[in-house]
C-alpha cells in the first residue's frame, strides 16, 4: 500500500512541478534572449539552404507546401521532394507543380520510411545546410533567416528546430493540439534551450 501511495503521489506531484519548473525556464528564456532578439539583416550574405520534403500520401497539402517554400524570399536555396511511395496521387500532383515550380522530384515506387527518404534525399543536396519539412508545412518567410543565423552564432551548434504553430484549430483536436504545442513544444523547448540544448527536434504544421 505504501508503494501505492508513493506512486500516486508522484504520478500527481511531478507533472505539477514539472510545468511550473518549464514555465519558469521558458520565462527565462524570453527576458533573457528572445526579447533581445535584433531585427533581421536581410541583406546579409549566408549560405544556402537545402529544403527537404518527404511524401506519403498528402496530394490534398502538397501544392501548398511546395508553393510556399517556392516562394520564400531565401535567395540561396532548392527545394526537393521526394514520394515515399504514396498511394493517392501524390506523384500526379507533384509533376503538375514541376511545370510551375523549380525543384528536384524524386519519385519511389515503394514505401521506404520517412527516414530512409530524407537520407537519400539528403545525400542529393547542394547544400550543406539542410531544412527537413513536412508535407503538411507552411513556413513563414523570416524563419529560415532566424535559423541559419543560429549556426553563425553559437560555433557547436548542431541542429535548430522552429517554433510550431498548428494550422487546423476548427476541430477539437485541432484546439488540443493547439494548446499542446504551444505548451508542450513551445514551452519546454524554450527552457531546454537555457541548457544551451534541446532534447529533441520538432517538425509541426506550420513553422515561424
Not at 501548398?64 to 520564400?72: M, P, R, Y
Not at 524570399?73 to 507533384?94: F, H, M, R, W
Request: hydrophobic share 40%; charged share 20%.
Amino acid at each position: 500500500m505504501q508503494i501505492i501511495y508513493h506512486l500516486s503521489s508522484f504520478l500527481l506531484y511531478y507533472p505539477l512541478v514539472m510545468s511550473v519548473f518549464w514555465l519558469i525556464g521558458a520565462l527565462f528564456y524570453y527576458f533573457l534572449i528572445e526579447r533581445k532578439q535584433t531585427a533581421i539583416d536581410y541583406n546579409k550574405q549566408r549560405e544556402g539552404i537545402t529544403f527537404i520534403v518527404s511524401c506519403f500520401n498528402e496530394a490534398e497539402t502538397i501544392t501548398a507546401t511546395v508553393t510556399n517554400i517556392s516562394k520564400l524570399s531565401y535567395p540561396q536555396k532548392e527545394l526537393i521532394v521526394i514520394n515515399d511511395g504514396s498511394q493517392d496521387d501524390t506523384a500526379d500532383v507533384l509533376l503538375k507543380l514541376k511545370e510551375l515550380y523549380s525543384f528536384q522530384f524524386i519519385d519511389l515506387k515503394q514505401n521506404q520510411g520517412k527516414a530512409n527518404a530524407l537520407n537519400l534525399a539528403a545525400k542529393k543536396a547542394r547544400y550543406n545546410y539542410i531544412m527537413c519539412v513536412d508535407a503538411d508545412t507552411i513556413i513563414d518567410d523570416p524563419a529560415p533567416y532566424y535559423m541559419i543565423d543560429n549556426f553563425y552564432t553559437y560555433e557547436n551548434l548542431g541542429a535548430v528546430t522552429g517554433n510550431p504553430r498548428i494550422q487546423n484549430k476548427k476541430s477539437l483536436l485541432g484546439k488540443i493540439q493547439t494548446v499542446e504545442f504551444a505548451s508542450i513544444i513551445g514551452g519546454i523547448k524554450r527552457a531546454q534551450s537555457m541548457n544551451g540544448y534541446i532534447n529533441t527536434s520538432s517538425f509541426a504544421h506550420q513553422i515561424r
